[in-house]
């Protein structure tokens, strides 16, 4: 697969048309002060589990992955036509350029079923460029926390955006954690208890250390309001477990397991 | 004060929710919220000392200016949806001049506790109307108004009322781009409660000013309308809350020509 590595432009017409011509190439920025979300199955053997059929060849045998750029939101435009399909079929292609063919049948009243075809520009990732979208460990927290019900969090975090650009998050491994905001004309903190602290193996010996650590002591970070709110305004469904990581001042690690997949966020501090 | 259910107080602030910024009075008998605008519209929700679990005031009276956008922002914390069953609890304190009010909100053994600065009380305008002045008089039941007020013709400048002894006795007109449409409501429809009209009046209201009175009428079973010579407008809402209790916001409205029109 020729490399690209540039990011493709318009949003894609929906089936049939060729696909516009990607932007001349040029290598895709890392960027590593801003927020990250991962999504990944739950584990790495369950891309047959979830997957009915599931085929792939990578770069090379010793490289078996392919790293793909595109535009979300024609990604979600295609899958919405797949709400209620009967199957969707997904492939990469190279016809004039590389492109992600979505192929949704839908059921239809005929005995010939409908089969709605897009087709998304991709950029392809060369393999230079991989190590900046390898998908980060996680940190050396100074607390680990589960969080409380999404539909609070979410609305206590919606007002508060109204009231503030910046949220203070902190917590200890009490099972205590407050969301907190200040500004000149008012300042408001919300306090939850009793929420449990996930326990992590420990690998290296620094599960001990976190034992030593004052329990009542708080981690805490400042991040940007709005990009919690995404965040939390994204759970369509609950989640079988919710937790954060904090490494005080410095970022703030959500992980949310759902049966089949697991969600991580990575948003880090404000200066 | 404590309120078990915060929603008894945010929903009557909301309704008179059209700045940001509010005046608060409270006295042993309860809370007074107004808000004004231009000098010529005045809105006040009240809700007394006996809708409160706990009210109590220190002094004769406390009076304090507040932003209302924030203060509703965190009476809501904890979202606006009314499920039954989840209730949100309120504890307010108000230690005095220059002190911040703190708000200390409850539901499902969250807490959320709010600090929110106050200002220097405004000079409040003083309609001066009293019962004794009172011109023309009429109490509807407010879902006759809803509709009319929901769709007034936003393009016309003023909203104009009429009340008169003889036809149309009620008028509600605007004179908007399209054309100017006239609202009756005959004296003795269902949806008059008390007609006491002594004299035609007509007069007119700016109906950017009024067009937020139209959330308390959202929220009324019975809306007084009444008029004093001068044209001045007062309209009364009665509100009956979650628990059936009853509290009232008014709206006072200055007409936008000194000129009360005697029409044949």
Redesign the interface.
Known sequence: MAAAGARPAAPLPLTGSRPPPLPPAGPAPPCDLGPRSWISPASTTSAGNFFDEFQMEGVAAEHNEIYLELVPENLSRALKTAQSAKAVKIKLTNKHCPCLRVAVELPSLSSSSRIVTHDIPVGVIPRRLWNDFREPRVPDFDVSIYL??L??MK??V???K??SNSIVIEANLSGEMNLKIET???????????LGNPPWASEDGYQSSVQDRDLESMAEARIDIKKLQQLLAGQQVNPTKALCNIVSKRIVHFILLHEDVSLQYFIPALA | ASLDNARHLSSLLRAVHFQDHATCFATANGLRVTVEDAKCIQANAFIQAEIFQEFAVQEESVTFRINLSVLLDCLTIFGTGSLPGTTTALRMCYRGYGYPLMLFLEEGGVVTVCKINTQEPDELLDFDFCSTKVVNKIILQSEGLREAFAELDMTSEVLQITMSPDKPYFRLSTFGNAGSAHLDYPRDSDLMEAFHCNQTQTNRYKISLLKPSTKALALSCKVSIRTDAQGFLSLQYMIRNEDGQICFVEYYCCPDEDITEAEL
Do not use: I
Not at chain 1, 184 to 194: A, E, G, P, W
């Open positions: 409380p019900a539909k609070t609305s206590v919606e007002r508060m109204n009231l000149d004309l008012v300042s408001v903190t919300t306090h939850f208890k009793d």
